[in-house]
């Protein structure tokens, strides 16, 4: 069993930054690839970037490719994800993921409960 905890959301004006954190409890940090998602309300979960188990790797959404960044502190077991330039259509609840690499590759089983980040304009 995995658990993850998301923190550092809230209300902020649009063109500021925000970093949200994900912290892993559960099993070995390193075994697992990290993402994050948003849902907006009335929207589909989207998701946003992703980071390989020793951060080597990510990738992004175009939505956000430029404005975010995640990366990894596998020696606390967190994952973070730098927002800059925030847009009033970034308001969503954010989530943290988690699926494994070891033994194998296996899909996103793991979420945490999500954290709300408002932009206002």
């Known amino acids: 069993q995995v658990q993850l905890v998301e923190s550092g959301g809230g209300l902020v004006q649009a063109g500021e930054s925000l970093r949200l954190a994900c912290a892993a409890s559960?099993?070995?940090?390193?075994?697992?690839?990290m993402a994050w998602f948003r849902q907006a309300p009335g929207k589909e979960r989207e998701f946003l970037a992703n980071i390989n188990g020793d951060g080597s790797l990510s990738n992004y959404a175009d939505s956000v490719k430029g404005r975010f960044t995640i990366s990894r502190d596998n020696a606390r077991n967190m994952v973070y994800l730098q927002m800059n330039s925030l847009k009033s259509e970034d308001t969503a609840v954010y989530y943290c993921?988690?699926?494994?690499?070891?033994?194998?590759?296996?899909?996103?089983?793991?979420w945490g409960q999500g954290t709300q980040v408002t932009v206002s304009s």
């Open positions: 559960g099993r070995t940090f390193s075994s697992l690839s």
């Open positions: 993921a988690a699926r494994n690499l070891w033994p194998v590759a296996g899909p996103y089983a793991y």
